[in-house]
């Protein structure tokens, strides 16, 4: 059981998120290929190392989360609020 | 029965004045309360306690405490109780396990003759071919199990867990855990202290009367200490990330998990005795220099009447005084600290008679105490990430590089006399108690509801070292015995493995199953890594250990269960459903009414008369602000900017992959308010999925989301007469077909209750109202219905009711006729699929999907034979070629009451999808029925005149 | 207008022994997304006739008098509300919650949204005359297993 430093919250269990995978962005609707937008949908980089992830704080502030984790050691480096990363 | 007990020892843990009378396979017994079980039957006499797991050999007490291989007994229906461990409790019914006939003749000790059988590996070699044999090898290794019996007929118990949240956890309760303990709660650390024994104390506790004073210190600082919880009879088990700590609190054979998350951990779990390898090193009457004492001193108990001492540490000089003062005779001390001095082997059959030293000399003995060295449990350690190093000098592996936020203390890290070891787990403490306060400070100020957090002193403590003690390194004599007891595995059999190629020590493990035993290579894990070694020519150094992993020590399976977690969700008219007989299933959550006696009555009744349903699991969701059309139409497959104000809209929600996620409909109640419905299933994950879009794409639009589901009590009343009957309790709403036509939704008040939401809509194909009411009034508003509408004939209707309806009507379920690869045109809502609309959520591939036709198409299937109702997920072939194809399955099937025949939906590849098509069903039990493709979903009332009325 | 119904309906007190747990549901209940701006995050306080409680930025659920500001959602049907008061209150809710509890991290006056009995829940630590006393909020259909796992961890 992880400890995940919520901005809002402060330190939880990570049972109270959703891991919502890797991050990602999304490409253009108008122009997309479909090699593109299933890259999107399904390529991962699962990478062993530092790693960028969404995490929803699902029963606790719902507020969806940027989270950098290292893989391997499972060390969590920065969490972020969304809405503070789209700044 | 002569009796073993000495005079009044002066740290003896036995009350003499109360007696406990129990029963040892059937016979009568007495200790004295603060005994084990163990200790009281060796006070009674009983030398033989078990026998081993392969060769059936008669084993008796070699450690005399919780990691005893041998003392596994079984308490009433308790299996697997160390006897070494547990308490003695008044008429416990205690037996040998696993044991036939009887303890003292162990048929099966015959095997030993075909020991070939049980050599490294037979689990893989023996047991394989013939296959025809297979099932006999099965018989006769079950007949070989060595547990204990349990009783299938016992209740589930369901142990309840606890959360603790220490700054510092210590693991070991001897005197470096204690001194630990007591300084990082003098730094202003809150503490938990775990203790595997009944006792703080460690080896203090029966270190003969000079380790009486610092114990008796020690213990009432503890006492006094408010800040430091005390667990005894406990185990910390395992450690995960981020110092998430199991403990396993033992009440007897009652066990409680406290999960704890731990600022710092401190490990203080001492040392273990490891037994030498040498031939007869398993016989009764062969122990451990630590069980010596441990039975004088804590139970005052005479381990024998004449004594060889194996010594080549201060552990057994110590066990020397204690017999001698025990008045036991000692016979001979090898010294094995000098090299010209041998443990060769021990011989007796069945029990100890004697033992030969160097020199093919033979001392006549009942008793061969040794004392050659130490494991280290480096467990907890090694789940931190720490790989222990083999320090040559000391003869055993010592911590390595450990984690800022695990420590370890006392004899885990060196040696030295009771001062130096409680000075180390002072420092020890003191540091982990900074640390821990440091982590706790941050918590604190990242966390906006704690009190703001006082400074801490950023500077580190150097902690002193506890180097070490040399050590000869003895592990194994020059003789064959065994290296694990609980397995019964030889350092022969270890080195048979080395030699068939098991160059590993990951690898031989597993393939002799040394150390895999209940005891986990506590006590032999090293003697197994240095038999290995030296059978590979290697050093124990490139050996290395094996992987420790959680549980520390054995958990039963209860205490891990805990209580049942998965909580249930009651409707507001649950209470009606049970009274008027409902029969319940869970559904998600929920627990709802299926039928309330026969469905296919309660179909009839709605489509005849008028019936009612609750459907309080709906999903639902208020939505608010300027810009909720926008999400609807980013949401939704279908157009959404239209909806008038009153007006009900049905939609399908698609994933980015164009797979249906979800559908229902959402009502504009107001010019910014909308009420969306889910399925009941989706409710909470199209709630997040809105959330996540708005929060994670659409920052700035403005729309507020709540979630309503628990809010409203659902009802939807349904059948030709529903409109009659709602018209009879709802006011300030016109009802009237003109005034709120089909696909309308009004705020009402209904029996007296105020802002209630009406949505007409047409599940079930007939005309209908879904009634919703704000819950704390549901069950009063249900009961208006049913009273009012008692006359035209009112009756309630269940789940399997409304699906039998819907399934008449053509409405695919999501999930049910949709899975994971259903993409939206699959389902045949291609209509509802606006792709001019700029973007949506899995655009893109209902793009494509459109462009190039889906590969499949869910269709409405009747069999030819109305009356056969193929099971659902029954196949649909195409055996039109040579080998019958499958090109489908049936995801729907129910006789309708209404049509009085079977109807199902399918799923088929598109090309057999037409309306018209004879297709073939392949039932479960292979026979094949022919069933015809509608030309659309519908089996009744295509026209929806029922529902439009 | 009809009676407000309990989701627990057998009884709305119950004595755990070191503890009391009492429904409350019927408070009514709001949330809003403006007006209470100055309480600080995972905080609750007593203003006028009413408690403002605020777990998630920009968002409050205010417990009592329907505030009055343009966008209310009546929460008094969604959310149930369990009071358990009494110097035990503590010990019975770590065996079926996480957070940490201790005065220095959930001090009166805090709240925090987590898992209560596995639930989502509102927790707010609202002693009562300096008596211990938590008030926790949780959708209503949850509320009788969360009572029953509270009588169960007592
Ligand atoms: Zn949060």
Same mark, same amino acid.
């Given at each position: 059981m992880l400890v995940i430093v919520c901005p809002h919250c402060g330190p939880r269990n990570s049972n109270e998120f959703s891991f919502l995978g890797e991050r990602s962005s999304r490409p253009a609707v108008a122009t997309t290929t479909p090699d593109e937008w299933r890259r999107y949908l399904y390529t991962k980089d699962n990478a062993a190392g530092s790693q960028l992830e969404r995490w929803f704080h699902v029963s606790g502030c719902r507020r969806f989360l940027d989270v950098e984790r290292d893989t391997v050691t499972n060390e969590i480096r920065s969490v972020r609020d969304v809405a503070e990363d789209a700044r | 029965m002569t009796s073993h007990r000495l005079p009044v020892q002066p740290g003896e843990l036995i009350d003499r004045d109360d007696l406990v009378d129990f029963r040892w396979n059937g016979v009568e017994h007495g200790g004295f309360a603060g005994d084990t079980i163990a200790s009281a039957l060796a006070a009674g !006499?009983? +030398?033989?306690f078990s026998r081993s797991f392969k060769y059936r050999r008669p084993r008796g007490i070699l450690t005399a405490d919780f990691h005893d291989p041998n003392l596994f007994v079984q308490v009433g229906d308790e299996p697997n109780v160390r006897a070494g461990h547990r308490r003695l409790a008044p008429g416990m019914n205690v037996t040998a396990q696993g044991t036939w006939p009887s303890l003292e003749f162990d048929a099966r000790a015959a095997n030993r003759i075909v020991g070939r059988f049980l050599s490294p590996g037979f689990y893989y070699k023996t047991f394989i071919s013939p296959a025809s044999l297979r099932s006999t090898y099965q018989r006769i290794l079950r007949r070989f199990g060595a547990g204990g019996k349990i009783d299938p007929a016992t209740p589930p118990a369901h142990a309840g867990k606890r959360f603790a949240h220490p700054d510092v956890l210590v693991a070991g309760g001897g005197p470096a855990g204690m001194a630990a303990a007591l300084a990082a709660s003098h730094r202003g650390a809150r503490v938990m202290l775990v203790e595997e024994n009944h006792r703080l104390g460690g080896h203090l506790l029966y270190g003969g009367p000079d380790a009486a004073p610092p114990l008796a210190e020690l213990c009432a600082q503890i006492e006094a200490d408010d800040a430091i919880e005390v667990l005894t009879?406990?185990?910390?088990s395992g450690r995960y990330d981020h110092n998430w700590v199991g403990v396993v609190e033992r009440h007897g054979g009652e066990e409680h998990l406290v999960k704890a998350r731990a600022k710092c951990l401190v490990v203080a779990a001492g040392k273990i005795e490891r037994p030498f390898v040498f031939a007869g090193n398993d016989l009764p009457g062969v122990m451990l220099s630590g069980a010596v004492s441990r039975l004088i001193n804590l139970y005052s108990v005479a381990p024998g009447t004449r004594v060889v001492v194996a010594t080549a540490n201060e552990s057994g000089d110590a066990a020397i005084a204690d017999l001698e003062r025990a008045g036991v005779e000692v016979a001979e001390v090898a010294d094995l600290r000098r090299s010209s001095s041998q443990l060769v082997r021990a011989i007796g059959? !069945?029990? #100890?008679e004697a033992v030969e030293l160097s020199g093919g000399r033979k001392v006549e003995a009942d008793l061969l105490v040794t004392a050659v060295g130490w494991t280290t449990p480096t467990s907890l350690l090694n789940m931190a990430g720490d790989r222990p190093v083999y320090d040559p000098a000391a003869a055993r592996f010592l911590p390595g590089d450990l984690p800022q936020d695990v420590l370890a203390a006392g004899g885990i890290v060196g040696d030295g006399p009771v001062e130096s070891i409680v000075e180390h787990g002072r420092f020890v403490g003191f540091e982990a108690g900074r640390r821990a306060l440091t982590t706790r400070a941050a918590w604190q100020r990242l966390t906006p509801r704690a009190e703001p957090s006082d400074e801490v002193a950023a500077e580190s403590t150097d902690i002193p070292e506890l180097p070490a003690a040399g050590h000869p390194e003895l592990f194994a004599g020059p003789t064959d015995g065994f290296v694990d007891f609980s397995e019964d595995v030889k350092g022969s059999d270890v080195a048979m493995a080395v030699a068939e190629g098991y160059d590993s020590m990951e690898l031989a493990k597993r393939y002799t199953t040394a150390t895999m035993g209940p005891i986990q290579g506590k006590l032999g894990g090293v003697n197994a890594v240095a038999v290995h070694a030296a059978a590979a020519a290697a050093t124990i150094e490139a050996t290395g250990t094996t992987s420790w992993r959680p549980p520390y020590a054995p958990i039963t399976l209860g205490a891990l269960a805990g209580v049942d977690e998965d909580p249930v969700r009651y409707s507001p008219m649950h209470d009606w459903h049970v009274a008027n007989g409902a029969t319940p299933i869970v559904a998600g959550q929920w627990i709802r009414p299926d039928h309330y006696g026969d469905p296919s009555r309660e179909v009839l009744n709605t489509r005849s008369n008028v019936g009612i349903i609750d459907a309080s699991p709906l999903g639902k969701i208020d939505l608010r602000g300027r810009d909720v059309t926008k999400l609807l139409d980013f949401v939704y497959t279908n157009r959404w900017e239209s909806l008038r104000v009153g007006a009900v809209r049905y939609g399908v929600m698609c994933a980015e992959d164009g797979v249906v996620f979800d559908d229902g409909v959402t009502a504009r109640l107001e010019a910014d308010r909308y009420y969306m419905t889910t399925t009941s299933g989706g409710a909470g994950r199209v709630w997040n999925w809105l959330d996540e879009w708005l929060q994670t794409s659409f920052p700035t639009w403005d729309v507020r989301t709540t979630a309503v589901t628990d809010g409203y009590a659902a009802m939807n009343v349904a059948g030709p007469r529903s409109r009659e009957l709602l018209e009879r309790v709802a006011s +300030?709403?016109? #009802?009237s077909a003109e005034s709120f036509a089909y696909m309308n939704g009004r705020v009402a008040t209904v029996a007296g209750v105020t802002d209630c939401i009406i949505l007409r809509i047409g599940f079930t194909g007939e005309l209908s109202y879904e009634v919703h009411v704000p819950a704390g009034y549901g069950l009063h508003v249900w009961q208006s219905l049913l009273d009012a509408g008692s006359d035209l004939g009112i009756a309630p209707f269940g789940l399997e009711a409304q699906r039998i309806m819907r399934l008449e009507k053509g409405h695919f379920l999501v999930g049910q006729d949709t899975d994971g690869l259903t993409k939206a045109h699959t389902a045949g809502v291609g209509g509802l699929i606006k792709v001019d609309k700029a973007d949506f959520s899995g655009k893109p591939e209902l793009l494509w999907e459109g462009e190039s036709g889906a590969p499949r198409r869910l269709v409405a299937l009747q069999p030819v034979d109305g009356s056969v109702v193929p099971p659902e997920a029954s196949q649909i072939v195409d055996s039109a070629t040579e080998v019958s194809r499958t090109i489908g399955r049936v995801t729907s099937s129910r006789m309708s009451p209404t049509l009085g025949r079977s109807i199902c939906l399918a799923i088929v590849d598109t090309p057999y999808g037409e309306g018209g098509a004879t297709l073939t069903v392949r039932l479960p039990e292979g026979r094949d029925i022919a069933a015809t493709v509608l030309d659309h979903h519908v089996h009744l009332d295509p026209e929806g005149e029922r529902l439009r009325g | 207008m009809a009676d407000f119904q309990s989701p627990? &309906?057998? &009884?709305s007190e119950a004595d755990l022994g070191s503890c009391r747990l009492r429904d409350e549901s019927h408070l009514a209940k709001w949330r809003i997304w403006e007006g209470a701006s100055g309480l600080a995050l995972g905080t609750a306080r007593h203003q006028g006739g009413s408690l403002v409680v605020a777990v998630s930025p920009a968002e409050w659920i205010v417990i009592g008098d329907k505030p009055n500001v343009d966008d209310v959602v009546d929460m008094t049907h969604v959310r149930a509300a369990l009071r358990l008061t009494g110097a035990g209150a503590r010990s019975v809710l770590e065996r079926v919650c996480a957070l940490d509890l201790d005065d220095s991290m959930t001090p009166d006056g805090a709240a925090a949204r987590t898992l209560v009995a596995g639930v989502a829940t509102e927790l707010i630590r609202d002693d009562v005359a300096g008596e211990l006393s938590y008030l926790l909020l949780m959708s209503r259909s949850f509320a009788r297993s969360v009572w029953n796992r509270l009588e169960e961890a007592a």
């Open positions: - | !006499g009983v +030398e033989v009879d406990s185990v910390v059959k !069945g029990k #100890l +300030e709403v016109d #009802l | 627990i &309906t057998a &009884t």
